[in-house]
Each structure stands twice: as C-alpha cells, then as structure tokens.
C-alpha cells in the first residue's frame, strides 16, 4: 500500500508585504524592506487598519507617521533626517505608547522631528522641548528627543522611567517647571531613574522661573517620592526642615555632588543613602 504525504504550504498566511512593508492582518507593520527615501507610514494597507509599526536597519531622508499609529515597537540601527508626526505633541502624549524596550527611541535616531501646531503647520523640537499644557503621563522612551532644555508643565502628575530618554552621561542643560516646589513633589517619579538628569533645575516663584541652588524642603512638603531630586546633578546643600513626615530612600539617586545635609534626626537613616563622589565626605547636621 503506497502511503502519499501532501506537503502544505508553510508561509504564514496572515504575514504581507505591500510598497515594501511587511505587515500582519492584525494591523502592525513589522518591518520595512523598501529602498524610499521618503517613507509614510500608511493609514491602511489593503483593508487592514494600521496601528502600530516596527522598523529596523533603515537610512532614509523623511519619516511620516500618522496620528492613528497607536504603538511603536523596536526601531533600532535608524537614521532618518526628519520625522513628521501628523498631529499635535499633545496627541502624540496622549495616544502612543512606545515600546518599553526600544533604547534608544526612534526619534533620538533621527536629526529633527517635527509636530502639527493648533493651526496644522508643522513645527520642528529644537533645542528646547515644551510639553504642552494639559499632559499627565509621559511614558517611558515617550519623548527622548535631542533637545538641551525642557519645560514640564504642572498638569503632569506621572513621569516613567526614561521618559526622555537615559540620561546619565547626557545631562540636560535646563529643566524648567511650571509649578512650585511642593507641587513637584506630587509628582509620581519613582520609576523614573536617571530621565531627568540637569545641570539646572528651575522653579515657578511668584509667576517667575527661579534656579534651584539648593533645596529647601520645607514642612509643608510632607512627602518626597523616589527619584524626585535625582534630576539634580549638580546639588550640593540639602536643608530638609522638621516636620516633613516621609522622604524615600532613592529621593536624592544620582546626586553625586551633595557636600552639607541639615534634616531632623528621625531621618537619620536617610545618611545611608545620600550619594557622593569617593573622595568626599558628606556633612550631615541635625535640626532637632
């Protein structure tokens, strides 16, 4: 008896490739295999909405991505002269998650990167980078662009980890803040390492930004979080007045440079965790 196997086709029926982008039914591009030098993201492929995308290993001179993009995963080993994103930053806030793992961003790959203003024209992130009003969350790898200064508006309330990017050999020139020193420690950046790394760190006192040179955290800051100061590479006195009721470990991570501390004596067990250089020696004084 003759036994007759019948090979079945082994390509993976819901994978494509159309204008050089390979795409599953599902809505996410996996890759582009072209050799454009302008490339748009499409809207749709065939009669499949596209979400998402992933590109890798490609040198181009413009990348366009719509605002129905929703997620993007690894894009590694890029290089495009300009990116346009065809809404507002707010919305690109709002609406894109970027893949946890993609180190470094799309957008740090590339030389400018443009958003839509109020009006539809498109504008280019400069040297300084401002958040729109209005912003709560700034997701991880969400805004690591080349900029040297950025403004954080007070609606934020929660910054993850290497939001803009890691920031530990690349300082910020300037981090500016719309809010007190109070509000910022409502802020939850626990998780959000050495992000915001800044050779100043400026505040809103009576409507006017004031430069941090030391920190003053007075009683009515009850709380300070994890990573809170750790944006402050150049700090160097911390007074920490009786009556604040919790200071996280990691609140000061990263603050290299800190030489005098006053605080009350139930934070003694804050001195654990103060950081410095190995040649230095921290002077710790208590306040009660």
């Not at 590694?76 to 961003?105: A, M, Q, R, W």
């Not at 100043?200 to 009515?220: H, P, R």
Request: charged share 25%.
């Amino acid at each position: 008896m003759a036994i007759i196997f019948v090979l079945a086709s082994c390509n993976d029926k819901r994978r494509y490739t159309k204008d050089g982008f390979v795409y599953e039914i599902y809505g996410n591009i996996l890759n582009y295999e072209g050799e454009e030098k302008i490339i748009s993201i499409p809207q749709k492929l065939d009669d499949v909405d596209i979400v998402s995308f992933s590109i890798n290993d490609v040198n181009a001179e413009k990348l366009y991505i719509p605002s129905t993009i929703k997620y993007i995963y690894s894009c590694s080993d890029n290089h495009f002269n300009e990116i346009y994103y065809d809404g507002t930053l707010k919305e690109y806030c709002d609406n894109v998650i970027i893949d946890s793992y993609s180190l470094p961003s799309l957008f740090c790959q590339s030389d400018k990167v443009y958003f839509k203003n109020d009006n539809g024209e498109y504008y280019a992130i400069g040297d300084k980078l401002i958040i729109p009003d209005g912003v709560t969350t700034v997701r991880r790898s969400q805004l690591a662009f080349n900029v040297k200064e950025i403004v954080i508006p007070k609606s934020v309330i929660k910054i993850e980890g290497y939001a803009f990017g890691d920031r530990f050999d690349l300082n910020f020139d300037k981090v500016y803040y719309d809010g007190s020193l109070l509000d910022w420690c409502k802020i939850d950046l626990t998780r959000s390492l050495r992000t915001l790394r800044t050779k100043e760190f400026y505040i809103k006192i009576n409507g006017e930004y004031s430069k941090i040179d030391q920190l003053n955290i007075t009683s009515d800051i009850k709380s300070v979080g994890g990573c809170q100061f750790s944006l402050m590479a150049n700090l160097e006195n911390i007074n920490i007045e009786s009556g604040v009721e919790y200071i996280h470990p990691d609140a000061f991570y990263d603050c290299f440079e800190i030489k005098k501390v006053s605080l009350p004596s139930y934070f003694k067990g804050l001195t654990n965790y103060i950081q410095t250089h190995s040649n230095m020696v921290v002077e710790f004084t208590y306040v009660d």
